[in-house]
């Protein structure tokens, strides 16, 4: 029988030892990491001959910086952990205890459906102001110090005049403040034949800033792809009206409508909330595939894309080997830069594109650290841009509910849920009951009756955990699950045409093959929208459905069978979660 390692004696006057030499680490690298949050945004040392007092002003017009996730650095540490990640201004305590206040306080209206059109004017009100940070000029004789000194100059004098233009701080919201994010999407547009834009469906507008377009277009003189990913997660006719809108307010840009989980019904005609995942062989290609060649082939005819063409029919057919290996083999390769903002897909639509999953995928922004290349064939490379954020007007509740703030970051996430119910009935959504049995609800209630009835609970205390359930409810609207989506100006007024058009027919009848034709409701909105689920859920999801039967879950319904049950449409959009509430 093995003999083990024979125990070494450890007194507490050791361990006690060992605490505080931790303790003394941690005490030195935070001071470390203050120091370089006085210095710059940037992290970086200014290399530039400019005076004292010029940088002074300028670090002073900036906006304390909060890096998401950061992680103590040990001093003259050579690799830094925190260099990639999200860096965003941050909020007083004052400002988020006064929007904590007013969300147990404000009572929610429902505002009228209007709301929902989006136009770019109420996000990037002036280009001016809201232009996107330019790689500055240089060349390869000049040194790398050199080139990255100019770099954090300019950056820093970019940061500085942009929050001296905008008198109210308020007025801008959440957009990347880090310079090394910035750098990687230089590279990427350098190094990049034709762009990829990646956006939400459901956030068209956020995830697609003009200052991009026009310096990609005008100044780069560079082909523009947009990708609308995401379609099942709408009505066909929103997609197709948002599809015509960008095409005319951005005559150059070639969109294309993706979908890498087409909504396809169980065989029992039920929707569960956990289920196996599929096997690689059993997930249908993806919606826009082919689209996404032809657009490709259009901005650049010159490129042989016969290799891709081939890969794809045999992705379409299912004749394609997963574990084949792809090998750079020719002298002519072309390059597809992928770009958008944290979370929207953009890993997932690479995956699909190669036809095996090679990329990291991930539900937290900010999960792609550093620009990456994979081949889709032996002549055609994809390039992955880290996900960041651009400025603009739109509101922050907004922002957090798209996903391109990490849910779990938020420190007040009260509001944002408030932001949704002043845009969805919740209350009816959900089936909630209020918990003092009132007829006015505040964000807070809802969260609070969410809390109640998912059997969320707070284990020192016992008590309701209204936190978490506002977590949760942020998360099933990033995810999908509860569905709010913007809309593109006119859309309520033309509605009907956009339901009865044969390009909302086409689409529908590719998302889901084997459904009948829709039917449109008395506000022109189809019925049978998408009801799709999502394969994978959060690690808290199990303990959440168990905690449905626990008693203090059965306590506090004892009277349920008053309890209104949800609704699956609500403003016309076929809802997912409603469908999953109702199948438990």
Known sequence: MPQGHKKVPFSTKQKKKQLAKKRDFKREANRATSEED???????????????????????????????????????????????????????????????????????????????????????????ILDMPI??????????????AREEEYFRNYLSNFFSKCENLECVTLFEMNLETWRQLWRVLEMSEILLLIADIRHPVLHFPPSLYHHITNELQKPFVLILNKVDLVPAEVSIAWKNYLSEKFPKLQIVLYSTNPGQPDPDGKFHMFHKKKAA??????????????????????????????????????DYDHSETVLAESDRVLTIGCIGHPNVG?????????????????????????FQTYFVTSDVQLCDCPGLVFPSMVDRQQQIMSGVY???????????????????????LLGLRHPENESAWTAWDICEAWAVKRGFRIARTGSNDVYRAANNLLRLTVEGKIVLAMLPPGFIANRRHWATSQETRSLLATLQPDSKPPIASSNGVHQNGDDRCDDSISDEEPQDSADEDSPERKSGDSDGDDEEEPSASVGGFRNTFAVLLDSD
């Open 135 to 148: 790689r500055p000029d240089w060349n390869y004789k000049m040194a790398k110090a050199a080139v990255e």
């Open 406 to 428: 990490p849910i779990a970051q938020v420190q007040e996430p009260y509001t944002p849920v408030g932001f949704i119910a002043q845009r969805l009935d919740l209350v009816k």
């Open 38 to 128: 006085s210095r710059a945004p940037n992290n970086h040392v200014n290399h530039s001959g400019n005076s004292d007092s010029d940088k002074a002003d300028a670090v002073a017009r900036l906006p304390h910086v909060s890096k998401l996730s950061a992680q103590p650095v040990a001093p003259n540490r050579g690799y830094d952990p925190n260099r990639f990640k999200l860096h965003f201004a941050r909020e007083s305590k004052e400002v988020i205890a006064a929007r904590k206040l007013s969300a147990q306080r404000d009572i929610i209206k429902l505002l009228p459906e209007n709301v929902l059109e989006l136009d770019f004017d109420q996000v990037f009100a002036s280009d001016v």
């Open 346 to 370: 953009k890993s997932s639509v690479m995956n699909s594109i190669i036809g095996k999953k090679v990329v990291s995928t991930s539900r937290t922004p900010g999960h792609t650290k550093h």
């Open 281 to 318: 062989k059993d997930i249908p290609p993806p919606v826009g595939l082919q689209e996404l060649l032809q657009a490709c082939k259009k901005v650049k005819p010159e490129f042989d894309y016969s290799s891709w063409t081939e890969k794809m029919e045999k992705q379409i057919t299912g």
